[in-house]
């Protein structure tokens, strides 16, 4: 999705989780939509590494750590 559409649709989402209590389970790859949640779980292979739970860091924190992994990857890529 484009940007605007992507903002609508989780727009759409909040406000259905708040005004009909229920559970929303979004996978994403985009790190803008993680403060909106209250619960995160990190995967990598296919396998669980990590989870956060009501634990909201700053963005710019959130998106340094995850630059951080996304540049070990890479290189553990490469070498292989």
Known sequence: ???KNGKMIMDLL???QKELNRTIILVTH???Y???SDVRLYMVDGKLTQSDK???APMNEI????KTELSE???LEQRQ
């Open 14 to 16: 909040v406000k259905c």
């Open 1 to 3: 999705l484009d940007s």
């Open 63 to 66: 998106i340094g750590s995850l």
């Open 73 to 75: 990857l890479t290189k």
């Open 54 to 56: 009501g634990q909201h």
């Open 30 to 32: 985009n790190i803008e």
């Open 34 to 36: 993680l403060p909106l």
